[in-house]
């Protein structure tokens, strides 16, 4: 699959390049903790992890502005992270503290920080898809510049709200772009078992009269080349575009699942083709220091380290804050 | 004053915000160049524009999550859902995103929305396009939830919702559209969460919401003919919804009968009944009944559909079992 695919990397500088490998590392060592505490049984719930597909979060995390809209799934840590949420904050709403982003209202399939333009974390398949565009409508009639990126599982591309926020986006020319993670499953069900094409987002662009893009969702370089560029066709007024990044969680679809469905070499290939170690090779070649890495990666699990500690210290929500929020008042009141 | 229709009203009220703030935009389904199926959105697109005033596709998840996610981003955004009915289509965006998206980030999302939307029966269309949804919106935390029973309210409680920071559903029973009524001129803005007293009487308490407030009317103009004096309440809003004016009212009376025009089963009556067993049971002298749309699908034929929904008839009967 890997050789049908454009290839689009252009070669960022090399400050870039590292800050992409750094929030690589973040993701993969905040959610490598979060699973720690899950099996501490300190994570309730269920929590959804993405280990293994940090280049497509951190590729378009690096081309993004401060006034970006970023709209995730509920496989969505890693892409809340790299907006630039507080750790510690998403550390202790996974924890269910007060001090969580969401003030412990929201937990892990809910993350949202829209001060930094983490715009929600969707935990209904789809759901999204039109928020995303409605959003990218107010930033087109409001001239704000923005761009808004709406991150969405295979799965996303057999459900109705796929086809109308497409079309919708594309019949406005709204500045969004849909990035489809195809980690090869929906769930516990091969895509390509319940799918009428191979490719499940980049064969449907055509009914949008959009560009069939297909990359490397692995290959860091591959997805910043690509966010740059349907990006700057966004803000430029180009039009949405819709990107399928191809790529393979390590694990399972949700803590409950060990994903034993998924035959051993084709896991296999896919970890021998993590992201984080093809990056940090191609980075050493490319001439960065492997001092410099290795700082990054020990700065990163130190600050994985404080915001795990915060977390845990933190105090659990007050009850008296059970009703407050579900109106703009600050209350739930429902009658006089 | 003048008098208005239903359908005037409607259009007069986006009007009335798209002036006062820029930042509404309204969009749905032959909402513009059309100017709405039922012709209630006539003549916006002539005066706020293409860009203001917008046609979608039949794709009633985008049209309101489109809004959501406008409304996220600096809009406050009207939404047309042509029929009631199409809340099924669509109702993952309404009851799972934007009725929980506040509560869920603890406040970080703001969803100044309203959706209105053209309700009910009498029209003789049927099962899909027919019906009384709006205790379904009223069972889900965070939507409010009004029904204009006039062309002045229509006005003064559309404005209330589009101010309101909170999504907001109006429901107009599209029964009432060719009615009319006087409007006051100017500038008409109501507030959510107040019911209305539209007739004073002593011995029976009767609590209607949109197309049965007229009935419920009738019901006690010819009651008065037989000495009975009804209080008729006007609920106009079920979220806030004014317990105090209803409870007030049977505490006067001692009698409650409601009168809803959906099915039977928790209908909006049931929490009203529930609420007034609870705080007012020692003012009843009667039991509470409730006069509603029987628990089936609305029929089509002439016939059958006026056979379902509550008649003036079957409030006069609602209101006699309450005393007896």
Redesign the interface.
């Known amino acids: 699959m890997v050789e049908e695919m454009v290839d689009t990397a252009q070669g960022a500088d090399l400050d870039t390049r590292l800050s992409i490998y750094r929030m690589m590392q973040e993701g993969r060592m905040f959610e490598e903790r979060a699973r720690d505490l899950f099996l501490e049984g300190l994570v309730k719930g269920t929590s959804h992890l993405g280990i293994g597909q940090e280049a497509i979060a951190a590729g378009f995390a690096a081309s993004l502005d401060p006034d970006d ?1 970023v709209f995730c799934t509920y496989r969505g840590h890693v892409h809340t992270l790299l907006r630039g949420a507080p750790m510690a904050a998403l550390m202790a709403e996974l924890l269910g503290r007060a001090t969580g982003i ?5 937990g892990s399939m ?1 993350l ?4 930094h333009g983490a ?2 974390s ?1 935990a ?1 398949v789809g ?13 087109q ?2 001239g ?1 510049g ?1 761009v ?1 990126v709406c991150f969405f599982g295979d799965g996303t591309t057999n459900i ?2 796929f086809h ?2 497409l ?2 986006a594309a ?1 406005w020319k709204l500045p969004v772009v849909f990035v489809c993670e195809n980690n090869l499953y929906m769930e516990y069900t091969a895509i390509g078992d319940v799918t009428a094409v191979e490719h499940p987002a980049a064969d449907r662009a055509a009914a949008y009269g959009l560009e069939s893009i297909l990359i490397d969702g692995n290959d860091a370089d591959a997805v910043h080349a690509v966010a740059v560029r349907t990006v700057a066709q966004a803000r430029d007024g180009e039009g949405p575009s819709l990107v399928e990044a191809v790529t393979y969680r390590h694990g399972g679809h949700s803590r409950a699942d060990p994903g034993k469905y998924r035959p051993a070499e084709e896991v296999e290939e896919w970890l021998s083709r993590d992201p984080i170690p093809m990056y940090r090779e191609r980075l050493l070649a490319a001439g960065a220091e492997e001092a410099a890495l290795n700082d990054i990666d020990r700065d990163v699990l130190e600050a994985v380290d404080r915001a795990t500690q915060e977390a845990r210290e933190a105090p659990f929500p007050d009850p008296e804050t059970l009703e ?5 008042d ?1 209350g ?5 | 004053m003048a008098e208005l229709t239903y359908r005037e009203a409607v259009a007069r009220a986006i009007a009335q915000e798209m002036e006062r703030d820029p930042s509404v ?1 309204f969009l749905g389904e032959d909402v513009a160049a059309a100017g709405g199926v039922f012709k209630t959105t006539e003549g916006l697109l002539e005066r706020f524009g293409p ?2 005033v917008r046609d ?2 039949i ?1 009633e ?15 406050r ?1 009207i939404a047309e859902l042509m029929f009631s009915d199409f809340f099924a289509v669509c109702w ?2 309404v009851a ?2 934007i009725a929980k ?10 969803l100044p929305i309203v959706i209105r939307t053209a309700s009910g029966g009498g029209l003789r269309f049927g099962a899909q396009h027919s019906q009384s949804v709006e205790t379904w919106m009223m069972g889900i ?2 939507l409010k939830v009004v029904v204009p029973s006039t062309p002045s309210d229509m006005i003064g409680l559309f404005a209330a919702a589009v101010r ?3 999504p907001v559903i109006v429901v107009e029973p599209k029964v009432l559209y060719a009615s009319k009524g006087e409007v006051p001129d100017g500038e008409i803005v109501d507030r959510l ?1 107040v019911a209305r007293t539209v007739r004073e009487g002593g011995d029976v308490t009767i609590c209607a919401l949109g197309a049965m407030v007229p009935k419920a009317l009738e019901a006690a103009g010819r009651l008065a003919d037989d000495g009975v004096a009804a209080d008729v309440v006007d609920v106009r809003s079920l ?6 004016t209803i409870t007030d009212s049977v505490e006067r009376t001692g009698h409650l009968v409601t009168v809803e025009e959906n099915p039977r089963l928790c209908g909006w009556g049931a929490e009203i009944a529930s ?1 007034v067993a609870d705080e007012a049971f020692y003012a009843l002298d009667g039991p509470i009944v409730r006069v509603t749309t029987p628990h089936l699908p609305l029929p089509s034929a002439d016939v059958l559909e006026d056979a379902a929904i509550p008649s003036v008839d079957r409030i006069i009967d609602g209101v006699r079992r309450s005393l007896a």
Do not use: F
Request: charged share 15%; aromatic share 6%; net charge negative.
């Open positions: 809209l969401c003030g412990g209202k929201g809910h949202t920080d829209v001060a715009m929600g969707y209904i759901a999204h898809m039109p928020i995303a565009a409605g959003a990218a409508w107010a930033a009639t409001r704000t923005q808004t109705g709200t109308e926020a079309n919708l019949v407050n929020e579900l109106w703009a600050g739930s009141a429902w009658r006089n | 935009y860009e203001r979608t596709p794709s998840q985008a049209i309101i999550g489109a809004a959501m996610g406008a409304a996220m981003n600096g809009l955004p993952d965006i799972n995103q998206a506040r509560y869920m980030t603890n406040g970080q999302v703001e935390p965070g309101d920071p909170d969460g979220v806030p919804l004014d317990v105090r609420i």
